[in-house]
């Protein structure tokens, strides 16, 4: 008895499919990588451990991911009529929903430093980005 001439077909589109898929991973994970990566100071690695150890996500965003009770903190430090003594101002006196946390001045310093490396990756929202063609966006970054 012969084989099912519909088994041999599909066990072909199977193999091309498996076949293709291998090709473009290799394809995608193969490109060319971002030059350089920022390197935060130690001081901002503190802060950035302390925006999550106290699940500051929970309430505010960066670059729009985040929770929605706070604002979005991505351009805090460079936003007008803000900046760092903006943050420092509101770290431990709590406002509205806004818990009051004991933050020592080194503490709050750190913070600061971590919002000032993220507000100086890029803008959010980020009106300017350029669609191409292959579906990948192209948006402004602070980095030259």
């Known amino acids: 008895m012969s084989p099912n001439p519909n088994v041999k077909g599909n066990r072909l589109v199977i193999t091309l499919l498996v076949c293709m898929f291998i090709i473009y991973n290799i394809f995608v994970y193969t490109g060319a990588q971002p ?5 935060m ?5 503190k802060g950035q451990q302390l925006y999550q150890d106290n699940n500051c996500t929970a309430c505010h965003q960066l670059y729009g991911l985040g929770g929605y009770l706070g604002p979005d903190l991505t351009n805090v430090i460079s936003a007008t009529g803000k900046g760092e003594m903006y943050v420092k101002a509101f770290l ?3 406002v509205k929903s806004m818990p009051k946390f004991n933050f020592t001045e080194e ?3 750190a913070i600061v430093e ?3 490396e993220v507000d100086k990756t890029g803008y959010f929202p980020n009106y300017e980005a350029e669609k191409k063609p292959n579906g990948w ?3 402004k970054t602070k980095h030259k």
């Open 35 to 39: 030059k350089e990566m920022p390197i």
């Open 41 to 45: 100071s130690e001081k901002a690695i």
């Open 92 to 94: 431990n006196s709590g």
């Open 107 to 109: 503490e709050k310093e």
């Open 114 to 116: 971590y919002l000032s």
């Open 137 to 139: 966006v192209k948006i």
